[in-house]
């Protein structure tokens, strides 16, 4: 019977020398063989070989180590840091990095595979068994595991009885660079780099179940650290959302959730051309989206923004195509939609989308997209002027350290977190084109049939906006006085509120959060907006308009001399970037 | 004996609309490719007496001759497949 090993991350390997550097006067020399004797007693370090150099006459005993050794050793990262501390300039250490052999790429541009330059050796190969388990030593089935070597990848799925076999070809055991496990439902993902797996041992993986982070989770119904970053749980308790008209375009949404039954009005399911197939969601990915937005707010589950919103389901995923999108915004416009949420993207731009888009705003509706996942440029549509443009966030502490979460962490210029923990997110689109960002990682929604799981993505930051729009137009005083009417005066009050309630988010970039992370409170004038760092953007934003003036008006020869309007500023913002762009100029 | 039908390798799904102010009518369209064998319409938008949009299998070589025939009047594009957007792996955008 195969023996069970709790799996661990590995400790990296270091090499370990001394410098060449010149000693300070009356400096002793670092004595390696004392180094030596030192690793070998340490409960925490491995010494794995020591290099002696060739050819070299050793002046030192059989059991001495010679001076010029190099000396091979596995410790964790902190204790490597600490030996470089103490033997000072003397001493180097450094990681055993890894060498690779490579040749020409054997696949055209169009396929990616990764490191698809790299030269697979036919008759190595490592075969590791996975065992994942839940609470009570429960399998987990279903399970999807990534095991990451050093050339390639290759994943599984778990069976009944929780177990995987996954084969990397061109790789020894002992290199592997990390293992990701993503189970469907109720636990965290989980990540450990550098895992220690032995192939002929079933090498078991213990999920955290979401009820030990969450009091008696789904049975006491969750507030997600996103509504709670935006101040959802500081609203009335009136502000449902009751009036408002939201559309989805995705993959549909599965009415078979607690959380979702009686929550969606209506839907249409485009890519089959069927009245009553949008409540199958094989994709999960609409319905995980609809649970942020207008989750019931009960005492089960999670609770969505806006519960008692008017929700239409239109599905487009998966298969969907540029027509389908066209088609489900002309149902918005037919509709008298409010809001529109997508959370879908591509890589390619489309003139006969962007007249839809335009013509959605024209009609009223206003359409919230999500900036894109592969940590570039903004795809589109989300880059169309006529969208609010949103980016993904995440919050440290509000996810278990060694989920998969963690490592979504950007860390650029500037600084990674805020003061109050939020990071933007690394695999976030980014560029001038974003609006606002909102909560994107570790997201936790509903998924079929009655399942929760927690999500990463710009999809999971999207509905945060899209919910709060929808409170917005509901509830908000402009919106039912001088803003009623369906045009697009009232989609660029929309997105102005939005974007003024927004928290400024310093983490270098502004290009990554746009103009920060709404507030439902300051939304409402129910909190003061907050405070803008730097300097005071009132002379800036004066001279520029005054500029843009002459630019985008130039029958006026003078600018005119009434203060600068925040939604002025916004509105000819916009004109401008539309004649920018007409003029071929991005 | 079966037969292969080179004429469709490489088709691609276009979406065919027309830009503001454009004196074609797409049901013309409609009937030029109903009736040209290099092409398929896939789905058709829209009054069927006056659509506003079609969705058609065709060659990139033949999209672009339609492109040149009618510039500045259709806009042919490729009707491009939408992702969710999740990160990496489920990621193709």
């Known amino acids: 019977m195969t023996e069970d090993i709790q799996v661990s991350s590995r400790k990296p390997q270091f090499i370990i020398g001394r410098s060449k550097a010149l000693l300070p006067a009356g400096a002793e020399p670092l004595n390696i063989h004392l180094l030596k004797q030192y690793i070998e007693r340490a409960s925490d370090m491995d010494l794995v070989k020591v290099l002696e150099p060739r050819g070299l006459a050793t002046a030192l005993s059989r059991e001495d180590t010679h001076p010029e050794a190099i000396l091979v050793a596995q410790m964790t990262e902190e204790r490597a840091r600490e030996l470089k501390q103490a033997g000072g300039d003397q001493l180097l250490v450094e990681v055993n990095a890894r060498l690779t052999y490579a040749k020409p790429s054997a696949y055209p541009q169009s396929v990616t595979l990764p490191d698809s330059a790299v030269l697979v050796p036919n008759k190595l190969s490592c075969t590791i068994p996975v065992v994942v388990k839940g609470e009570r030593d429960q399998a987990v089935a279903g399970a999807h595991v990534y095991l990451f070597g050093q050339r390639s990848f290759t994943q599984g799925v778990t069976g009944d009885d929780g177990s995987v076999t996954l084969t990397l070809f061109g790789e020894t055991g002992d290199d592997l660079q990390g293992l990701r496990v993503d189970p469907i439902a109720d636990y965290w993902s ?17 999920l955290r179940a979401f009820s030990q982070d969450f009091d008696n989770f789904p049975n006491q119904q969750c507030v997600g650290w996103g509504q709670q970053a935006m101040n959802l749980n500081r609203l009335p308790g009136n502000y449902t959302g009751k009036g408002a008209k939201i559309a989805v375009i995705d993959s549909g949404g599965a009415t078979s959730h607690h959380d979702l039954q009686g929550q969606i009005a209506d839907g249409y399911d485009f890519v089959n051309q069927q009245a009553d197939s949008w409540n199958q ?4 990915h609409g ?6 937005i207008a989750g019931k707010n009960d005492n089960f589950g999670i609770r969505g923004f806006a519960p008692e919103a008017e929700v239409h389901e239109f599905k487009i995923l998966p298969g969907g195509r540029f027509s389908d999108l066209i088609d489900a915004l002309e149902r918005c416009i037919e509709l008298q939609i409010d809001v529109v949420n997508l959370s879908i993207g591509t890589s390619q731009r489309s003139l006969l989308v962007e007249q839809s888009l335009q013509k959605a705003r024209e009609q009223g509706v206003a359409c919230i997209v999500a900036a894109g996942n592969s940590g570039g440029p903004v795809l589109y549509p989300a880059s169309s002027p006529q969208v609010l443009t949103v980016a993904a966030i995440g919050k440290r502490g509000t996810f278990p350290e060694n989920s998969y979460h963690s490592t979504q962490v950007f860390t650029g210029h500037g600084p990674s977190f805020t003061p109050d923990g939020y990071f933007s997110a690394q695999f976030t689109c980014f560029g001038p084109e974003v609006g606002v960002c909102a909560p994107g990682v570790a997201i936790l929604s509903c998924v079929p049939p009655n399942n929760f799981a927690a999500w990463d993505g710009t999809s999971m930051a999207t509905p945060h906006v899209t919910g709060l729009a929808a409170l917005l137009l509901a509830h908000h005083p402009d919106f039912l006085g001088p803003y009623a009417m369906h045009n697009s005066q009232r989609v660029q009050r929309l997105f102005s509120i939005l974007k003024q309630s927004s928290r400024h988010l310093d983490l270098g970039d502004p290009r990554r959060v746009g103009a920060g ?5 300051v939304a409402f004038n129910l909190a003061p ?5 730097g300097p005071s953007p009132s002379d800036i934003g004066q001279h520029l308009w005054n500029e843009i003036q002459k630019i985008l008006y130039p029958s006026v020869t003078a600018p005119v001399a ?5 939604e002025n500023m916004d509105t000819a913002l916009q004109d401008l970037e539309t004649l920018i762009r007409q003029a071929g100029l991005v | 004996m079966s037969t292969f039908d080179q004429g469709t390798s490489g088709r691609q799904q276009y979406l065919i609309g027309t830009t503001a102010g454009s004196t074609v009518s797409l049901s013309e369209i409609q009937n030029m490719l109903r009736a040209d064998p290099q092409a398929t319409i896939a789905g058709v938008r829209g009054q069927p007496d006056n659509p506003s949009r079609l969705i058609v299998l065709l060659a990139p070589e033949r999209a672009e001759q339609l492109r040149e025939q009618y510039r500045g009047e ?15 792996d489920r990621d193709r955008g």
């Open chain 1, 529 to 533: 907006a907050p405070a803008v760092a």
């Open chain 2, 74 to 88: 259709l806009i042919i594009e490729i009707d491009a497949t939408l992702h969710p957007l999740q990160p990496e």
């Open chain 1, 190 to 206: 989980l990540w450990v780099p550098n895992p220690a797996l032995a192939p002929d041992k079933n090498n078991i993986v213990m």
């Open chain 1, 287 to 292: 319905t995980h989206c609809t649970g942020i």
């Open chain 1, 281 to 284: 969601d094989e994709v999960f």
């Open chain 1, 517 to 521: 992370l709404p507030d439902a409170m």
């Open chain 1, 562 to 566: 009434h203060p600068v309007e925040r």
